[in-house]
């Protein structure tokens, strides 16, 4: 197999372990600018009140953890079963990981908004349970990954799963949707719904460009260390 | 029970016949043993039991009540039949002669399905039943659309239930992992079929619950044709 001759020139030029990662650092910078942004700069709601600004951290982070992180995760696993090429498996590895951070990160703020909002921590809504019931595939994935010692057969099996994971999708969103929702409609690419004003539409803007600075350097970061873990396992091997 | 041919005149391999006789050499061991038919069947009823005694009939309506029952009932007994499918071949390594003969993997994997489809159906004629009885259920007028359901369900967690047994038996885990990976999977096959049981129990007509039917069946026919698709992957080449 490819992947297997092709494992043992590449290790020879496996990345260093580092102690400082400048991508990172920076996007941390970003993230807390950003948000200082948001608190301090930034109108509050007349109508949702200071709760509001929840808001620039939990739509960042779910469009990042819902589209991004699991639409890599997919594409990976999908590309994974038709080239076999073993850095599309840790990409769908470092995805899922950094992809359950960001959700995670949605399942966290979105109640706390709720409570104050809504009255309630927990509602069971289309969005929130399909948020749920994808936090909870990853996790399921995550650990089919843990129970594989192999890394060829974690790559194959945990693809298979990634595939049909792409495939469940939209099924658990249409299942959830016919119970009907009261999560706000979304208001940031919705052109003929109200729109936010300006100062707030640029805070937005910013904190999500800093969120998904800091997704990219998770995600290098979290490749890195799976490439360095390979390369550990095929020279133990060897 | 005719007596197996054991003719050593070679003829082409045909999926369908090929895939009776894994399902049938499954379904014979199981009849033979009734091991986890036994151990799902116990199950559903106590579970049905313990459900009753947590039931306060007084603030809820049975009638709201029953097809959740029913359904989770369904799902977990669902998964004690499949952990066996594929635990019973690598138990003296009896799949590497299933696949070293010339029977293709999708064979294989549709003799499985059919195979845990019986078993399934089969404890769901004793759950079912367990359920209306213990529940008080007017099951009478609309037991044909509930069979449809039940059929309808039971082959989408058939599928995508024996194509994760065959992932779970390859892994450390195996049988703790099951669960984890196939439960958000059941997800459109358990809220559809319970709303829809419920639609068909409360005595509305069944366009209502229509769109439910329609859930059930658009996802067993991506998911026994994906599954199909991606069997292959699970084999070690």
Redesign the interface.
């Known amino acids: 197999m490819s992947s297997v001759s092709s494992a043992a020139p590449r290790s020879a030029t496996v990345p260093e372990p580092k102690g400082f990662d400048a991508f990172l650092a920076i996007a941390m910078v970003a993230v807390i600018a950003a948000c200082a942004r948001a608190l301090f700069f930034t109108p509050i709601d007349a109508m949702l009140g200071a709760a509001q600004k929840i808001f620039y951290v939990h739509v960042p982070a779910a469009i990042i953890g819902l589209y991004f992180a699991c639409g890599l995760l997919f594409i990976s696993s999908i590309m994974y079963?038709w080239i076999k090429d073993e850095r599309l498996d840790r990409l769908a590895e470092s995805s899922a990981e950094v992809g359950l951070v960001f959700m995670g990160i949605v399942l966290v703020t979105g109640p706390v908004w709720a409570r104050s909002s809504w009255g309630t921590w927990w509602v069971w809504e289309a969005r929130i349970t399909s948020t749920l019931?994808l936090w909870?595939?990853v996790?399921?994935?995550l650990?089919?990954r843990s129970?594989?010692?192999s890394i060829e057969?974690r790559a194959?099996?945990s693809?298979?799963?990634g595939?049909?994971?792409a495939?469940?999708v939209p099924?658990?969103h249409?299942?959830?949707k016919?119970f009907r929702g009261m999560h706000p409609e979304p208001v940031v690419l919705a052109p003929e719904k109200p729109k936010m004003p300006p100062e707030m539409l640029m805070s937005f803007g910013l904190s999500m460009a800093a969120f998904l600075l800091l997704f990219f350097a998770l995600l290098r970061l979290r490749f890195r260390w799976a490439t360095l873990r390979d390369a550990r396992t095929a020279m133990e091997a060897a | 029970m005719s007596a197996p041919r054991l003719s050593t005149t070679h003829r082409p391999p045909s999926y369908l016949a090929d895939a009776w006789r894994i399902a049938r050499k499954d379904l014979l061991i199981e009849f033979r043993t009734r091991s986890a038919f036994l151990a799902a069947t116990v199950f559903a009823v106590l579970a049905v039991v313990i459900f009753r005694f947590t039931w306060d009939p007084t603030a809820i309506p049975a009638m709201d009540l029953a097809p959740g029952v029913l359904w989770v009932i369904f799902t977990f007994s669902g998964l004690l039949g499949l952990n066996r499918s594929f635990g019973l071949e690598l138990a003296e390594r009896a799949y590497d002669g299933l696949l070293a003969s010339q029977v293709s993997r999708e064979a294989i994997f549709t003799g499985k399905v059919i195979a845990n489809l019986v078993f399934v159906l089969c404890v769901q004629t004793l759950a079912l039943p367990a359920v209306a009885l213990f529940f008080d259920l007017p099951v009478g007028p609309s037991w044909g659309i509930i069979v449809a359901i039940v059929l309808l369900a039971s082959l989408g967690l058939s599928a995508?239930g024996t194509?994760?047994a065959a992932?779970a038996s390859?892994?450390?885990?195996a049988e703790l992992?099951l669960p984890?990976?196939t439960?958000?999977?059941f997800?459109?096959l358990v809220?559809?079929a319970a709303?829809a049981t419920a639609v068909v129990l409360r005595g509305q007509p069944i366009a209502e619950g229509m769109?439910?039917l329609k859930?059930l069946l658009?996802?067993d026919l991506?998911?026994v044709f994906?599954?199909i698709m991606?069997f292959p992957?699970?084999i070690?080449e």
């Open positions: 079963l019931f909870l595939l996790v399921g994935y650990v089919l129970g594989v010692e057969v194959r099996l693809a298979v799963m595939t049909l994971a495939l469940l099924f658990i249409l299942t959830v016919l | 995508v194509l994760f992932i390859n892994t450390r885990l992992l984890m990976m439960l958000p999977f997800v459109p809220i559809p709303q769109a439910w859930v658009a996802f991506v998911f994906a599954c991606v992957f699970t070690e």
